[in-house]
C-alpha cells in the first residue's frame, strides 16, 4: 500500500525506526534539552521573527487551531475575520462559533485566489484578529498571505495563519510575511504519525496571549508556554513523536536544509502535474494558486468516489473529497517520503481506469 494522502503521509525507514524505540521516562534534564533544541530548530523553519515561542501540543491539527483561536481572542474583547475557502476555513468559522467570539467571514469562490479585492467589502472592520489556512487542504488551493497582512497592518489585528497542510510544502516566513501565530500538523510535511500539533507564536501573539482570559484546560497556552521555558509540557506529550521529530529535523539539516526541503516538494509537484497533463488530459487541474503539498483534480464526467475505490482496492491510496465535491474532485499528495518512482505505478493506474471506464 503507497500513501498518496494529504496526512498521513509515507514515512521514511529512520523516522519509522525512531518509532520503535523503547521510550524513556520524560520529566528529565535531557529530554527538556532535547524540547528546548526541538524549539529552537522549529522557531528557525518557521522564519519566526526574535522573542517568539514554540509550542508542541498534543492533538490533531484541529487542537492547535483551536488553541490559537480561543487562546489568543475572546468573546468580549475581540472580533475576528475569517478567510473561508473550503473546509478548513470553515472549521475556523465553526471554533470561533463554539466559543461565541464575533466574526465576519471572507468568502474565497472555488476558483478564486484570495486577492486585495476580496478584502475591500471588510475595509470598514476592525478586526482585532485575522484566521487564514495558508493552504486549504480541502481543495489544495494556496493562499497568497500578502493581502490578509496588508489588512493586518491597516487594522492592527493578529494574523493568524493555519500552516498544517503548507509548511515544508510552500515558502512560509513568519517575519518576512508579517505573521503573528502559525501552526502545523505532524502528519502533513513533517510526515510524522498524527498526534502532535506545533504552535509558535510571535511577540504580538505572546503578549495577547498574556492577556486574553482562555477558556481552556487542556489547550491552555498560558500554561504550555510556562512549562517550555524549562522544555516540558503541562501534560504527558506525544512522546514517541517528538522523538520522531528529532529525527526528522536531522534529516531535513543533513540534507541541505529547508531550501532544500521546500525545492524538492515543488519539483515533485510540477513533475506529476506536468504528467498528469501529458497522460490524462481528460482530468482538469484547477487554474488557481495551488500548494506544492497536492494537486487537486477535477476528474468529471468520471466520478471521483469510484475512482478514490478503484485505486483503493490495488493499494493505491488518494485523498477523496466530501460534501459537494464527493464524486468531482480528488487530491493526489506529494507529501512524505516519495519520489517520482513511486507515481508511475499510480499514473499507470489512472490512465487503465479512465481507459476502462471510456468503454
Given at each position: 500500500m503507497?500513501l498518496?494522502?494529504?496526512?498521513?503521509?509515507?514515512?521514511?525507514?529512520d523516522?519509522?525506526?525512531t518509532g520503535a524505540?523503547?521510550?524513556?521516562?520524560?520529566?528529565?534534564r535531557?529530554?527538556s534539552?532535547m524540547?528546548?533544541a526541538?524549539?529552537?530548530?522549529?522557531?528557525?523553519?518557521?522564519?519566526a521573527p526574535?522573542?517568539?515561542?514554540a509550542?508542541?501540543?498534543s492533538?490533531?491539527g484541529?487542537s492547535?487551531?483551536?488553541?490559537a483561536v480561543?487562546?489568543?481572542f475572546?468573546?468580549?474583547?475581540?472580533?475576528?475575520?475569517i478567510?473561508?475557502?473550503?473546509?478548513?476555513g470553515?472549521?475556523f468559522?465553526?471554533?470561533?462559533?463554539r466559543?461565541?467570539?464575533?466574526?465576519?467571514v471572507?468568502?474565497?469562490p472555488?476558483e478564486a485566489?484570495?486577492?486585495p479585492?476580496?478584502?475591500?467589502e471588510?475595509?470598514d472592520y476592525?478586526a482585532t484578529?485575522?484566521l487564514?489556512n495558508?493552504?486549504?487542504?480541502?481543495?489544495g488551493?494556496?493562499?497568497d498571505l500578502?493581502?490578509?497582512a496588508?489588512?493586518?497592518r491597516?487594522t492592527?489585528?493578529?494574523?493568524v495563519?493555519?500552516?498544517v497542510?503548507?509548511f515544508?510544502?510552500?515558502?512560509?516566513n513568519?517575519e518576512a510575511q508579517a505573521?503573528d501565530?502559525a501552526?502545523?500538523?505532524s502528519q502533513?510535511?513533517l510526515a510524522l504519525p498524527?498526534?502532535?500539533?506545533?504552535l509558535?507564536?510571535?511577540?504580538r501573539?505572546?503578549?495577547?496571549a498574556?492577556?486574553?482570559r482562555q477558556?481552556l484546560?487542556y489547550l491552555?497556552?498560558?500554561?504550555?508556554?510556562?512549562?517550555q521555558?524549562?522544555?516540558?509540557t503541562p501534560?504527558?506529550p506525544?512522546?514517541?513523536?517528538?522523538?520522531q521529530?528529532?529525527?526528522?529535523?536531522a534529516?531535513?539539516?543533513e540534507?541541505g536544509g529547508l531550501?532544500t526541503?521546500l525545492?524538492q516538494?515543488?519539483g515533485?509537484a510540477?513533475?506529476?502535474?506536468a504528467e498528469?497533463?501529458?497522460?490524462?488530459?481528460?482530468?482538469?487541474?484547477p487554474a488557481f494558486?495551488?500548494?506544492?503539498g497536492?494537486?487537486?483534480?477535477?476528474?468529471?464526467?468520471y466520478d471521483?468516489?469510484?475512482?478514490f475505490e478503484s485505486?483503493e482496492?490495488e493499494?493505491?491510496?488518494?485523498?477523496?473529497?466530501?460534501?459537494?465535491?464527493?464524486?468531482?474532485?480528488t487530491?493526489i499528495?506529494?507529501m512524505?517520503?516519495?519520489?517520482?518512482?513511486?507515481?508511475e505505478?499510480?499514473?499507470?493506474?489512472?490512465v487503465?481506469?479512465?481507459e476502462?471506464?471510456?468503454?
Open positions: 503507497t498518496f494522502t494529504v496526512g498521513p503521509v509515507e514515512m521514511s525507514p523516522v519509522r525506526s524505540i523503547h521510550l524513556p521516562y520524560f520529566r528529565t535531557s529530554f534539552s524540547m528546548l526541538l524549539e529552537e530548530e522549529l522557531l528557525g523553519l518557521f522564519g526574535a522573542g517568539s515561542r509550542l508542541f501540543l492533538g490533531s484541529t492547535g487551531m483551536e488553541a480561543a487562546g489568543l475572546d468573546a468580549e474583547s475581540d472580533r475576528l475575520l478567510v473561508n475557502g473550503g473546509s478548513f470553515q472549521r468559522v465553526e471554533i470561533a462559533a466559543h461565541r467570539i464575533p466574526h465576519q471572507l468568502t474565497v472555488f485566489d484570495l486577492t479585492e476580496l478584502f475591500a471588510f475595509a476592525a484578529g485575522l487564514i495558508q493552504g486549504e487542504t480541502s481543495v488551493k494556496l493562499y500578502k493581502p490578509a496588508d489588512y493586518c491597516r492592527g489585528a493578529l494574523l495563519v493555519d500552516a497542510s503548507s515544508l510544502n510552500d515558502p512560509l513568519m505573521v501565530c501552526l502545523t500538523a502533513k510535511a498524527p498526534g502532535l500539533a506545533p509558535v507564536l510571535g511577540p501573539a505572546l503578549a495577547k498574556k492577556d486574553t477558556p484546560y491552555d497556552l498560558q500554561a504550555a508556554l510556562r512549562n521555558e524549562r522544555g516540558q501534560w504527558t506525544a512522546l514517541a513523536i517528538l522523538y521529530l528529532e529525527t526528522r529535523l534529516g531535513i539539516r540534507r531550501r526541503e525545492e516538494r515543488r515533485l510540477a513533475w506529476f502535474r498528469l497533463k501529458r497522460r490524462l488530459p481528460a482530468f482538469r487541474i494558486r495551488k500548494s506544492n497536492l494537486t487537486p483534480l477535477l476528474t468529471e464526467p471521483a468516489r469510484a475512482l485505486l482496492e493499494g493505491l491510496i488518494i485523498t477523496p473529497s466530501g460534501g459537494d465535491w464527493t464524486h468531482r474532485l487530491r499528495g506529494h512524505g517520503y516519495l519520489r517520482p518512482m513511486h507515481y505505478p499510480l499514473l499507470d493506474a489512472l487503465a481506469w479512465t476502462k471506464e471510456k468503454r
